[in-house]
């Protein structure tokens, strides 16, 4: 097992990763302090994985009870954080209860933004289940919902008090979802991390096969990017923890303008990553080869890298200005300075961007 630590001072915490964690007391017991606890979970993992932490607290002399969501993105909105607040209050959970998300970024994203607001805050301890959640959503402490009119526009910043990355259970993901949470291992490599980008080049088909030894070092190494970029800017106060959205903006529209769940997140985020790497080659940043690197990994990785033509120019702007990153009024986008190296602007001419928003299958045959 590799330990990394989330160094944020009194709310520092673990990251766990290693093979069949879910049944190892020590990842748990220190960090519970809590005597109730209840996993939040839903109908695909609960049977799964449930039992198995169930009997590990059970052992422990917890009171464990639990809450099962039913599965999908379309139901990561207020409502269904309601059902949580319910079932809490159902079983007389008291403020020193904690939460356990066992699940992917839908499950670790809604029950950390209950825990932040259940009687004003109690903690949470994340057991990510998708490669995308091990290697992004559960280390960081955002929270929160969508709304229909925006993704993921309605949350909290809560930190885990641990977070459990159990290798095993990636066995029973399917290989959409797995590629998908390749998306945001390339995108550190992308952003701040070229020795990273290089190996990833090097390893993707063994990446792509689930080569055990290379999906722990690509996770462990994702997860240090995580952590080292939160604990330089947690509340994204400055533009550092911004650059971790590159391709969001373009992803959430893509995500907003198809349905929750019809593009998988990760899918979503790389096709915007190759538009943002169109868009930085338009505006001279990047060399059309750099470009072809990012989409050849992409591809390569099993992953989307063409907008559907279905959103026009107008809906993705639209749709794109409905972003957390949009200040007075004005869109600003991650964009890379070059391979490693991100940055995020305000400043680039709009007709520019049409271009990118416009571009379709060009954005991939362009580079062929
Ligand atoms: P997800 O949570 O919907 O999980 C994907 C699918 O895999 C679901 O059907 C789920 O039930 C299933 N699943 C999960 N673990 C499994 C397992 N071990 N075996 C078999 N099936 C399994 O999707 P995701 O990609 O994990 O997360 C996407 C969400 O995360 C989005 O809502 C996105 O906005 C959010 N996100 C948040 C952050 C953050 O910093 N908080 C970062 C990135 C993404
Ligand atoms: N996934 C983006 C962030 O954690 O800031």
């Not at 809450?67 to 159902?90: C, N, R, S």
């Not at 290697?135 to 459990?164: C, E, R, Y």
């Not at 868009?279 to 390569?300: E, F, H, M, N, T």
Request: glycine content about 8%.
């Amino acid at each position: 097992m590799q330990t990394l630590q989330v160094a944020l001072n009194e709310r520092s915490y673990p990251i766990f990763i290693g093979e069949n964690l879910l049944t190892q007391v020590n990842c748990f017991k220190p960090y519970l302090t809590a005597k109730q606890i209840m996993i939040v979970s839903n109908s695909t993992i609960a049977p799964l994985y449930l039992e198995r932490v169930q009997s590990t607290l059970l052992a422990q002399s917890y009171v464990v009870e639990t809450h099962i969501m039913p599965d999908g993105e379309q139901y990561k909105d207020i409502a269904h954080i309601e059902g949580i607040f319910t079932t809490l209050l159902e079983k007389r959970f008291n403020r020193d209860c904690a939460l356990v998300a066992l699940g992917g970024g839908v499950v670790g994203d809604m029950t950390g933004f209950a825990a932040a607001c259940y009687q004003r805050g109690v903690s949470f301890l994340q057991i990510p289940t998708t490669l995308l959640a091990q290697v992004d959503s559960s280390v960081g402490g955002k929270t929160g919902v969508n709304h229909p009119l925006g993704k993921n526009m309605i949350g909290a910043f809560k930190q885990p008090v641990a977070v459990l990355v159990d290798t095993s259970v990636l066995d029973t993901l399917n290989e959409r979802e797995y590629a998908a949470g390749l998306a945001e291992v390339i995108k550190y490599g992308l952003i701040r991390d070229v020795p990273f980008l290089a190996w990833l080049e090097e390893n993707i088909d063994g990446l792509v096969a689930r080569d055990k030894v290379l999906l722990a070092e690509a996770i462990a190494r994702s997860c240090q990017n995580k952590a080292d970029v939160v604990a330089a800017d947690e509340l994204e106060a400055n533009d550092l923890r911004a650059l971790l959205n590159l391709g969001h903006t373009f992803g959430h529209a893509i995500e907003t303008a198809m349905g929750y769940g019809v593009w998988l997140h990760g899918e979503a985020v790389a096709t915007g990553m190759l538009m943002a790497a169109d868009l930085s080659w338009r505006l001279g940043y990047l060399s059309i080869a750099d470009v072809d690197r990012v989409k050849k990994l992409l591809v390569a990785a099993k992953l989307p890298v063409i907008p559907p033509s279905t959103i026009s120019p107008t809906t993705f702007l639209d749709l794109m200005a409905v972003d957390k990153k949009v200040l007075a009024g004005k869109l600003r986008l991650v964009l890379l300075k070059s391979l490693g190296e991100a940055f995020v602007s305000a400043d680039f001419p709009l007709a520019t961007l049409a271009q990118t928003l416009a571009a379709g299958t060009q954005l991939g045959q362009a580079y062929d």
